[in-house]
């Protein structure tokens, strides 16, 4: 069985066709028509198309922002997509292409069943995804399946306030935050995440302070959802996730965590994420056959 899917981002919605073993046959992308549901769904209907006479397809596979409701097709929320939030997409998308079969899942939690199908817990049946990039999004995974929660909230750790300022973990351990702080304190423009690791190894103290920070809040998290959850792995993921020195640096956080909390004896197990920019589609794709 092959199934056409998208991953809806704010800049761009990567789409691929790929079989139920999560191999990828076809890819691509457009620009996000972030203000224009119809025009999201005439680019939709544009790579079915594409497709449909070389492939069998069975249905579509969607990652998407926001609090995505896999029951009622509705995405609530917020997210950079305005447009697809607030109504039953799922019916809109059968009806502009024909194709029955529709799954829907959160883009975070999508990511993190790649890494449980086919990743760095795929022999785990508990784990936590935390993922690091403009905030701090994430999954808990009970049973090898997505907790949602309640109000479809769950894995949402970037809510997590950690100081007496009530600032959460996006804004304390975003790298994209970290950036624009380092570029506040030294009064220059805007710098990047890599700008900012660079400016460390050169030796940029401020850089160094603000890494430094960002290390501990994380170690700080991991420390509080390994407590709550008790999970057997914590897997880390975001553009962060490619370098080296991440778990290294975090786990050196956490030697001074448990240095000061002496009677906490359950570490987490932390490890990076296997996939990258395919993450979501994959994870989508184990989404729809389950």
Known sequence: ?????????????????????????ESGKFTTPKEDIDKLLEEVVAVKNKYSDKYELGGIALSAPGAVDNKTGVIGGYSA????????????????????RISMENDANCAALAEV?????KDNKDSIFMVLGSGVGGAVIKDRKIHTGAHLNGGEFGYMVLNENCENLSKLASPVEIAKKVANRKGIEEINGEQLFAMAEEGDSIAKEEINKFYFYIAAAAYNLQYAYDPEVIVIGGGISVRRDLIENIEKSL?????????AKVRPQLKTCMFMNDSNLIGAVYNFIN
């Open 1 to 25: 069985m092959y199934i056409l899917t998208f991953d809806i981002g704010g800049t761009s919605v990567k789409y691929g066709v790929l079989d139920d073993n999560g191999k990828i046959y």
């Open 81 to 100: 997509v305005p447009c697809i939030h607030g109504f039953d997409l799922r019916e809109k998308l059968r009806n502009a292409t024909g194709l029955e």
């Open 117 to 121: 199908w086919l990743g760095a817990a």
């Open 255 to 263: 030697d001074y965590v448990y240095e000061k909390i002496k009677f």
